[in-house]
């Protein structure tokens, strides 16, 4: 149990394009969904908490018009990277809180995008 | 100063080495501590989920969590170089988003 998807694995967009990444827990509700952003040989940084039915939590210096994040469902959570740069560029990772069983985040595989 | 500290590592030790991996923290609120495993270029996966202070055993896996010192570790008994990963530590309050070290980075040479 606690399997957590994403999708798509890898992108590749233009420049001034937007791109839509989504994440599914597949086996257990999730009220609570994270967006985080990894670049090589670092760690984690998160970049906003996602709420089912109200409005995101940004990090500081996270920009919630370029990162726009929707969390439709207790299932379904969707980051969309507006008019993407190459800067933009990143490994993007989700993550599903789980309030029963092992009350913790189980991630998703993330996605790798690059903007050319 | 962090909430979470991590040792930094890189960590190389040979095939069937014992591994201690550590993390300290200065919140008490924590009540919930994990340990996460991340292959490069993939999600992290937890791999141990502890609750309040003592030892947790999972195959060659050990997680302790002594509260009292504000330390956790993970230890790693007969290390396979498939161990080779960034392992990262994670704790949460109740109920929360969780904190996570920077991750120590492990290499098993065969």
């Known amino acids: 149990g606690a399997v957590v998807s994403q999708h798509p694995s890898w992108v590749i967009c233009k420049s001034g394009t937007s791109v839509k990444i989504e994440c599914r827990s597949l086996d257990f509700q999730a009220t609570t969904m994270f967006w985080y952003r990894q670049f090589p040989k670092q760690s984690l940084m998160l970049m906003a908490t996602?709420?089912?039915?109200?409005?995101?939590?940004?990090e500081q210096g996270v920009e919630k018009d370029k990162f726009l994040i929707n969390h439709a469902s207790l299932t379904l959570s969707t980051l969309t990277v507006t008019s993407a740069h190459p800067e933009d560029s990143s490994f993007y990772i989700c993550?599903?809180?789980?309030?029963?069983?092992?009350?913790?985040?189980?991630f998703g595989p993330g996605t790798r995008l690059l903007v050319l | 100063q962090k909430e979470v500290e991590q040792d930094p590592g890189p960590l190389s030790v040979p095939e069937g080495a014992i591994v201690s991996l550590n993390c300290t923290y200065s919140?008490?609120?924590?009540?919930?501590f994990m340990w996460y495993r991340q292959y490069s270029r993939k999600g992290p996966e937890l791999l141990m989920y502890?609750?309040?202070?003592g030892n947790k055993e999972d195959g060659r896996f050990t997680a302790q969590v002594d509260k009292s010192s504000k330390y956790i570790s993970l230890f790693i008994r007969d290390s396979q170089p498939s161990d080779s990963a960034t392992y990262l530590c994670a704790m949460s309050a109740p109920p929360g988003k969780s904190t996570f070290g920077d991750g120590t980075t492990l290499t098993v040479k065969p």
């Open positions: 502890t609750y309040s202070s």
């Open positions: 996602s709420n089912e039915g109200s409005k995101a939590t940004y």
């Open positions: 919140n008490s609120a924590f009540q919930y």
């Open positions: 993550s599903a809180h789980r309030t029963s069983g092992e009350e913790t985040q189980y």
